[in-house]
């Protein structure tokens, strides 16, 4: 399997992100779809609106965001093995909208993935 990597959907697509694949539920602000050059946009295995409203991007709350999300994610298993099909043929790239780089979905995402 290929490793997946994980970038904020505001930076610019490289030819290095091999698959990219949206893993927010909500498109992000001031990104066109063509700019985007998405593979897929996966936002069901994004986590429920009210543990993001709940998590707010607050880093405090992290680690229990984290293991609220893995719990959630148990019941994502198509779109899981969606990502993990990806990456068996290719470099994937998960892409998220949130400014902080270290707390956010993605990277619980990723963690998971990557096991």
Known sequence: MHEIYIKRIYDAPSADDGCRILVDRIWPRGVSKEKAELVHWIKDVAP?????????????????????????????????????????KNRVTLLYGARDTEHNQAVVLQRLLQV
């Open 48 to 88: 429920s609106t009210e543990l993001r409203k709940w998590f707010a991007h607050d880093p405090e709350k992290f680690e229990k965001f984290a293991s609220r999300y893995r719990k959630e994610l148990e019941e994502k298993t198509e779109f899981l093995a969606k990502i993990q099909g990806e990456a068996k």
